[in-house]
């Protein structure tokens, strides 16, 4: 018998019809279902079929604990979904027949050097640094294996997977990189009178990012889940031990031909 979570996004009335209808089919199928898991899912859990859109994709990733996810699309471009909402059940039913691929991608560790409060975090997409106060401007310096590198004055500072890089990160002018390259990516965000190119790392760079001046700031992790920063914070970002198993069915299709139907596919 298999144990699946299903979340989706309590206000939109479509998405919750459709999680009802694969929690009876799942059930009918004598799978143990779980609608709408409050904390993270322990690792007896089979799957966890997320629907709705990259949104809600990036949301159980918070909560998965490397649990495999089918992320069933009722969003717009969806990077991170694998099927669109008129073939969930069919994709249901092959995930529980195990009819599918795993599709690992790796993970941002964001970890707070001198707060004792916070615990590492861990991100599919990106980190992203951001003044609390809208409108303002952050301050950041940075340093990318013990060696310094640049202060930026900017709207905000992205740490970015290669799975993270078709989001935020490439609405603000960043790369597009194949989920299969093994990287982190810098990216600033509107920088006033800096470098605003990217940086393309290697896995193993590790970089600190201190927020300066006299204001507090955010860190915000795949835009789910964000922390307060006080001035002289430091965040380490580095590749994550931990990774994001997606269940993927088309698995031989190129990440060109993948991109050009998602691009092709509306706003």
Known sequence: MAKIAIVYPPKRALAEELANSLNE?????????????????????????SVGGDGTVLWSVGIANEVPILGINMGHRGYLTEVDSKDA?????????LDFEIDSRNMVKVEFLNREDLLPMHGLNEVNIVRSAPGKAVRVRTTIDNDPFLIYTADGILISTATG?????????????????????????????????SVVLEPESEIVLEVMGIRT???????????????????????SEKVTNLIRFNEHESFTKFLISKLSNGS
């Open 25 to 49: 089919l799942l059930t009918s199928h004598g799978s143990e279902v779980h609608l709408q898991p409050d904390s993270d899912v322990d690792k007896s859990t089979d799957f966890i079929v």
């Open 89 to 97: 059940w069919e994709s249901v039913e092959r995930m529980i027949a």
């Open 165 to 197: 890089s078709t989001g935020y990160n490439a609405s603000v002018g960043g790369p597009i990189i194949s989920p299969q390259v093994d990287c982190l990516v810098l990216t600033p965000v509107s920088p006033h009178l800096n470098l605003h190119h």
């Open 217 to 239: 700031a955010l860190a915000i992790v795949d835009g789910e889940r964000q922390v307060s920063l006080n001035p002289g914070d430091l965040v380490r970002c580095k590749k």
